[in-house]
């Protein structure tokens, strides 16, 4: 079992930056693919950015260019650096990892952007 734990999530005005970070319990990070997602309020989950195994990097468009997701392997943290935020960024944001056979979730961290 694999522990994922998100932090970094608050309140920020708009065009400010936060960065979260998703701490695994076990060294998975480079071993499983990490991604993570948001959910707004009457809105689907959705991938906001994601890091294979390999270290290959993907991002929704929404995001492209205002979010880095980055990883460090010797603390097995997942890190997603959000700058220019917007009022629509405005959700809870969970790490996932998978590795197609098993799919562990964070509890989620609430991004709040003002506008």
């Known amino acids: 079992q694999v522990q994922l734990v998100e932090s970094g999530g608050g309140l920020v005005q708009a065009g400010g930056s936060l960065r979260l970070s998703c701490a695994a319990s076990r060294s998975i990070i480079s071993r499983y693919d990490m991604g993570w997602y948001r959910q707004a309020p009457g809105k689907q989950r959705e991938l906001v950015a994601g890091i294979s195994s390999v270290g290959r990097t993907n991002y929704a468009e929404s995001v492209k260019g205002r979010f880095t997701i980055s990883r460090d392997i010797a603390k097995n943290t997942v890190y997603l650096q959000m700058n220019s935020l917007k009022a629509e960024d405005t959700a809870v944001y969970y790490c996932?990892?998978?590795?197609?056979?098993?799919?562990?979730w964070g509890q989620g961290t609430q991004v709040t952007v003002s506008s």
């Open positions: 996932n990892a998978n590795n197609y056979a098993v799919d562990y």
